[in-house]
């Protein structure tokens, strides 16, 4: 992905846990430079700037108003989202956020309509499309390699987090659940692959209504779950495939796929939507063995030096590949429609609910990430 030549300045705003990644995976990128970080927790945001090397503000709004940064990265809880992106889109800089966009639709919608007055560029999470797995996948759907798509299916599964996380309270209530949280990897690959989704028709449930928590050293010991986390849906694409979704916490452990897309010519299996980088495989009608596809780009991921700590930055990169007229692909339209199809899921629908977005399917990136 090619950035212009001055480095564009980023400002890192929540220095929690993703915000290792994206110090990291930044680097990545020459043509961008962090500028400085912030966070409510001062404590966090200097261990975060010593630790990477970047300056610390005391507040997201001076690091805002900071000369040289031009684009500034929302990494706060999705509760916190509207609010933040809000804040930060009213200094005049360009604004990236992590998924989900908002914690709901309503509140996104109005938000986008704010940020498109200002003349400012507004993207958002997730990005994980633009790396090679997601691009040869997109690949193999425009070259015909499984011919003309008739149905999809996805299914988000639960990690079972009271195994290991300290507090997973988020994920049961307002603002998590299966379709805000996982959700939005798997219904921005489906809409990079077969473009945007006009109709959802979805049941939705709350499954075990307590949850335990046994992670060694927690910070509770049961959850009251307040918002479903078992929800099955349909989804018809605009190009006339059927999707069948599936997003839960109460499934824990099952066979099934991440994302399959079911062609006249064949099936394709693209790999887990939150990584970047994994194989994609298809299988032609006739053949007996599944068959791995060369990646179409370099992975984002392939080339850490040493550890296999994640990454993230893609998304930032294509914001700012913008600003010098390439296509914008993690536009906010997009997430906005993202975030429609699943609010839907999340809460249900009353029958066949008509989508009142679409986006555009974003270009096919063939670049590098070298520059
Ligand atoms: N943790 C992950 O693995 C992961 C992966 C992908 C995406 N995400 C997304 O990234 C975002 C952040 O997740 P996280 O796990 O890093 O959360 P976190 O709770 O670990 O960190 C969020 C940080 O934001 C800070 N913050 C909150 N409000 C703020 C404000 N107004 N100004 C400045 N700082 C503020 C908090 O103090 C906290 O340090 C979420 O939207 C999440 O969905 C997380």
Redesign the pocket.
């Known amino acids: 992905m090619t950035v212009q030549k001055d480095p564009i300045g980023v400002g890192i705003?929540?220095?929690?846990?993703?915000?290792g990644?994206y110090f990291r995976g930044l680097r990545r990128f020459d043509g961008l430079r962090i500028a400085g970080c912030?966070?409510?927790?001062q404590e966090?945001?200097r261990a975060a700037g010593e630790r990477h090397g970047v300056p610390v503000f005391a507040?997201?709004e001076e690091l805002a108003a900071a000369d040289g940064v031009d684009i500034l990265v929302?990494?706060?809880?999705?509760l916190?989202?509207e609010?933040?992106t809000r804040?930060l889109l009213g200094t005049g800089k360009h604004v990236f956020?992590?998924?989900?966009l908002t914690a709901s639709f309503a509140s996104a919608a109005s938000l986008v309509a704010e940020a498109r007055g200002k003349g400012v560029l507004f993207g958002s999470?997730?990005d994980t499309f633009l790396g090679s797995a997601g691009q040869t996948a997109r690949a193999a759907v425009d070259d015909g390699l499984i011919g003309d798509v008739i149905g999809a299916s996805a299914f988000v599964t639960h990690s079972k987090a009271e195994l290991w996380h300290p507090d997973p309270t988020?994920l049961f209530t307002t603002g998590g659940g299966p379709a805000?949280?996982m959700g939005?990897y798997y219904i921005a690959a489906l809409v990079n692959l077969l473009g945007p989704i006009v109709s959802v028709s979805a049941m939705a449930r709350i499954g075990s209504t307590v949850r335990p928590v046994s992670t060694p050293g927690r910070q509770v010991d049961t959850i009251d779950v307040t918002i479903p986390t078992h929800a099955s849906a349909t989804l018809g694409f605009a190009n006339g495939a059927i999707g069948t979704v599936l997003m839960s916490f109460d499934v824990w452990d099952h066979e099934l796929p991440f994302i399959e897309l079911y062609g006249t010519e064949g099936t394709l299996s693209v790999p887990d939507p939150?990584n970047y980088d994994d194989t994609v495989r298809v299988r032609q009608h006739g053949e007996h063995a599944w068959r791995s596809l060369p990646p179409v780009i370099e992975g984002f991921t392939s080339r850490v030096d040493g550890a296999d700590l994640?990454l993230?930055g893609p998304g930032v990169a294509d914001l700012a590949a913008a600003l010098t007229g390439e296509p914008f692909r993690t536009n906010a339209d997009f997430a906005l429609h993202v975030l429609e199809v699943l609010d839907a899921i999340a809460n249900g629908t009353d029958g066949v609910a008509a989508l009142t977005t679409t986006c555009d399917r974003p270009a096919p990136t063939k670049e590098t990430w070298t520059s």
């Open positions: 705003v929540g220095c929690g846990n993703i915000s990644a912030a966070d409510l927790d966090l945001a507040s997201a929302n990494l706060t809880p999705p916190a989202h609010s933040v804040s956020t992590e998924k989900p999470a997730p988020f805000l949280d939005p939150n994640p993230r």
